[in-house]
Nanobody, 119 residues
Framework: QVQLVESGGGLVQPGGSLRLSCAAS????????MGWYRQAPGKERELVAS???????NYGDSVKGRFTISRDNAKNTVYLQMNSLKPEDTAVYYC?????????????WGQGTQVTVSS
């Protein structure tokens, strides 16, 4: 139906950068928003950043000023540019898409991509 494919995760040194991508494919008619969440071992999943189809953005407090979310609506793709990475950014990062439907939103999640920040 709808699939989210993430890429760009990996191992990076503290202070380094990574760029994550998430492409949505399938039965897509209208996307309300896309975003990134992350989950570290022993912690709950938390918002990293989100962006609406119109371009409005939200960021988690811990990443604001370091991470930037962007999207290419024509490609149904969202990006997360992560700069000045810290060890506490280590987590599995999940892409989320909120699709418009007749009676509300349908939520889809990617499989997650590991980001490890370590020296």
């Amino acid at each position: 139906q709808v699939q989210l494919v993430e890429s760009g995760g990996g191992l990076v040194q503290p202070g380094g950068s990574l760029r994550l991508s998430c492409a949505a494919s399938g039965s897509i008619f209208s996307i309300y928003a896309m975003g990134w969440y992350r989950q570290a071992p022993g912690k709950e999943r938390e918002l990293v950043a989100s962006i609406t189809n119109g371009g409005s953005t939200n960021y988690g407090d811990s990443v604001k000023g370091r991470f930037t979310i962007s999207r290419d609506n024509a490609k149904n793709t969202v990006y997360l540019q992560m700069n000045s990475l810290k060890p506490e950014d280590t987590a599995v990062y999940y892409c989320k898409a909120s699709l418009n439907a007749a009676l509300g939103l349908r939520i889809y999640w990617g499989q997650g991509t590991q980001v490890t920040v370590s020296s």
